[in-house]
């Protein structure tokens, strides 16, 4: 069975510092994509970043970047220099060669002033 | 616009009417599934449509939710003798292929509230 595991119900962080948001999956599939998502107040589901099972480097985008460890079924994502904007829910999801997404429950980040 | 759209952005019914809810993907996206979210919880998968294959219907939750996709394109997703427990929001999502490497781009959502 796939899984996927956000323990950080809700976090805090004080502008322009780094705050990382855990994740970690259970899967034997040795093929699976990772995803993290930003849910803004307003609803919208919006993509961060992605990380193939077999990608040897951590992805990065912007101020976003994912450190994956594998041996460990790990895929926390890190915010440098976080934003007020960056304030919303952050949902960690895996993929497979197949038809799903399974998506976390989700961490509520609240960047403080 | 570019985006994935969804019609109506809110619906209020009451418990035992029937609702359609509508997503209109991407041009060109053959993948589309239905998520829902209720109220302070993650996404849970619903449904899954893949070109003209045949639907993973493997998360629709009772007998009493269905869709359909026509031409490849548009879906909607019907709600038969709405129950209270159905008040969510329902998010549509398309893709560019059936990979795990391309990521899914959502509509607004509709957010369904069943009196």
């Known amino acids: 069975a796939q899984k996927i595991t956000q323990t950080q119900p809700g976090m805090f962080v004080q502008e322009k510092e780094a705050v990382t948001l855990d994740c970690t999956y259970d899967?034997?599939?040795?093929?699976?994509?990772l995803f993290w998502y930003k849910q803004p107040s307003s609803g919208e589901m919006i993509f961060l970043i992605y990380q193939g099972s077999y990608d040897q480097q951590n992805a990065t985008e912007g101020r976003y970047s994912l450190n994956f460890q594998k041996a460990r079924k790990s895929a926390n994502l890190v915010i440098s220099a976080s934003q007020l904007g960056d304030s919303a829910m952050y949902f960690c999801?895996?993929?497979?060669?197949?038809?799903?997404?399974?998506f976390g429950t989700g961490t509520s980040l609240t960047v403080i002033p | 616009g570019a985006g994935v759209s969804q019609s109506p952005s809110n619906k209020v019914t009451e418990k035992g009417k029937d609702v359609e809810l509508r997503c209109d993907p991407i041009s060109g996206h053959t993948a589309l599934y239905w998520y829902r979210q209720s109220l302070g919880q993650g996404l849970e998968f619903l449904i899954y449509?893949?070109?003209?294959?045949?639907?993973?219907k493997s998360g629709l939750p009772s007998d009493r939710f269905s869709a359909e996709r026509t031409g490849g394109s548009v879906s909607t997703l019907t709600i038969q003798r709405t129950q209270q427990e159905d008040s969510a929001v329902y998010l549509c999502?398309?893709?560019?292929?059936?990979?795990?490497?391309?990521?899914?781009?959502f509509g607004p959502g509709t957010r369904l509230t069943v009196t």
């Open positions: 999502a398309s893709s560019l292929v059936r990979i795990q490497g391309h990521e899914q781009y």
């Open positions: 449509f893949q070109g003209n294959s045949a639907p993973d």
């Open positions: 999801a895996m993929s497979f060669t197949g038809n799903q997404f399974y």
């Open positions: 899967t034997s599939d040795p093929s699976y994509g």
